[in-house]
């Protein structure tokens, strides 16, 4: 590596350990003046971890003549105000009953999902052995796809489109048995 490609990294890292620096001795008043706005200790935690990332995207627009505490606060702020306005926006919906209909419709539509799962089982039960298998290592045991490519003798591409043919057939099975019988 030569001096110039060096140079930038020594300058990255040093951008990194003032940033640490100039935030960790500001952790603790960031939190404080969050949890004076939001009511609970596990909210106040997310949104100043929220507050760090937002401030190291811009840190570059840090003027290191000015204190940290302060912009790092302004930050936070924005911050709290978004969680509150999520958090009433879904309050507000929740106390227009929507988790009641949620929880209808969920009871409503559960026995079509139980067989429609059913269906999916003996969907499965027919594919061959390899599909079975990407299928279970894919979605069952979440194993990634470059692990699963690996295994296959395929190429990550290519096991992407066998899972999209897979998923075809196996909705197009799962259909085909949902559909009532002609007499």
């Not at 937002?54 to 606060?73: G, I, M, S, V």
């Not at 539509?109 to 027919?126: A, I, M, N, T, V």
């Not at 599909?131 to 979605?139: A, E, I, P």
Request: proline share 4%.
């Amino acid at each position: 590596m030569s001096a110039n490609s060096q140079r930038p990294l020594d300058e990255s890292h040093a951008a990194q350990q003032r940033f640490l620096s100039l935030f960790l001795r500001s952790e603790r008043e960031i939190f404080r003046y969050v949890a004076a706005l939001v009511p609970n200790v596990m909210d106040a935690e997310d949104i100043v971890q929220q507050t760090a990332l937002a401030l190291w995207e811009k840190f570059d627009a840090y003027n290191p003549a000015q204190p940290f505490t302060p912009w790092a606060c302004r930050f936070a702020l924005n911050k709290a105000r978004q969680w509150i306005e999520r958090r009433q926006r879904w309050q507000a919906l929740l106390d227009h009953g929507l988790a009641e209909e949620l929880a209808q419709r969920r009871q409503e539509l559960q026995p079509g999902f139980e067989r429609r799962l059913k269906y999916l089982e003996g969907c499965l039960g027919k594919l061959p052995a390899d599909h079975r298998s990407l299928v279970k290592g894919y979605y069952y045991e979440r194993t990634g796809i470059e692990s699963l490519a690996g295994r296959s003798g395929r190429s990550v591409a290519a096991t992407y489109k066998m899972l999209q043919r897979i998923r075809q057939a196996l909705q197009l099975c799962v259909e085909t048995q949902s559909q009532p019988e002609v007499a």
